[in-house]
Nanobody
């Protein structure tokens, strides 16, 4: 059974940069598409971005392109989300996810098999 464990969240100030990590255990990252979702207070969970099996291709929800970057290191089974210049609207629970097959539009709809428990990011001065 694949396990996904997020880290790196907490309280950050507006304008800071932030990197979240997600370690995949009981599996090999190169066999999975991996990505991030976030759920802001009072809102539905939304797709952020994902990276393909090799780590060589990424795709994003249109509104976050440019400021949020998803990457993966298959050597250490770790997925990353880097956020430049965080804003209060980035406050959310961030969850990583993985799927052996799903790609593209399936991720935009949240149709993926494995999920982490989520980690809180709060942007406030």
């Amino acid at each position: 059974q694949v396990h996904l464990i997020e880290s790196g969240g907490g309280l950050v100030q507006p304008g800071d940069s932030l990197t979240l990590s997600c370690v995949l255990s009981a599996g090999t990252a190169s066999k999975y598409v991996m990505g991030w979702f976030r759920q802001a207070p009072g809102q539905e969970r939304k797709f952020v971005g994902a990276v393909n099996w090799s780590g060589g291709h990424t795709f994003y929800e249109e509104s976050v392109k440019g400021r949020l970057t998803v990457s993966k290191n298959n050597a250490n089974n770790t997925l990353y989300l880097h956020i430049d210049s965080v804003k209060p609207e980035d406050t959310a629970v961030y969850s990583c996810a993985a799927d052996e097959v799903a790609y593209g539009s399936a991720w935009h709809h949240g149709y993926v098999d494995f999920w982490g428990q989520g980690i809180q990011v709060t942007v406030s001065s």
